[in-house]
């Protein structure tokens, strides 16, 4: 797999194992860091803005009146999550947008980082209850149980266990 990042360090720099690019001063890092973060919010964001807009459609649907209160509360937690999570993966742009050329890049790396993290979680929960609202609808409350637990240890695996498998020392 090609990469541009070198195999190691060379032999005149010190290692900074936080530093995959010796050569670059830290507010380029701090750039190449915002540019990356926001190419990986893209994705995050069309996903969640097309759970938000499935999930602020079906109140208008015909078999709304049927559900029951406690798919009724799932469904009220479930489009919370799906807003909040729409608003924690957009607010490193207004955060951006509201600190540029203060001198506060590295700062706002950090908070974005931290905001995109509480957005992944509010999307993950968002998923899981939309999982259970469905198949609740058409296949009943057990499997819609058993499916929705799936679906969160299937995130929780590939989102939060396996990328922190990859750092050394985490394992």
């Known amino acids: 797999m090609p990469s541009d990042a070198p195999l190691a360090a060379p032999a005149d720099h010190h290692h900074d194992p936080h530093n995959d690019r010796p050569d670059e001063t830290p507010a380029e890092r701090a ?61 490193p742009v207004a955060v951006h947008r509201l600190t540029f050329q203060q001198g506060v890049k590295h700062a706002v790396v950090r908070t974005s980082d931290k905001l995109a993290l509480i957005g992944l979680c509010c999307l993950v929960l968002s998923v899981i209850g939309a999982v259970f609202l ?34 050394p020392g985490r394992r």
């Open 31 to 91: 750039d190449r860091h915002f540019v990356e973060l926001l190419q990986e919010l893209r994705v995050a964001q069309t996903g969640v803005q097309i759970l938000f807009a499935f999930l602020l459609t079906l109140p208008f649907t015909a078999r709304w009146v049927t559900i029951t209160e406690p798919e009724r509360v799932v469904y009220l937690c479930t489009l919370i999550a799906a807003a909040s999570a729409s608003a924690f993966l957009i607010a």
């Open 134 to 167: 469905i198949v609740d609808v058409v296949a009943g409350g057990l499997l819609a149980g058993i499916l929705a637990a799936f679906i969160a240890g299937l995130f929780s695996t590939l989102w939060f266990v396996l990328p922190m498998r990859l750092v």
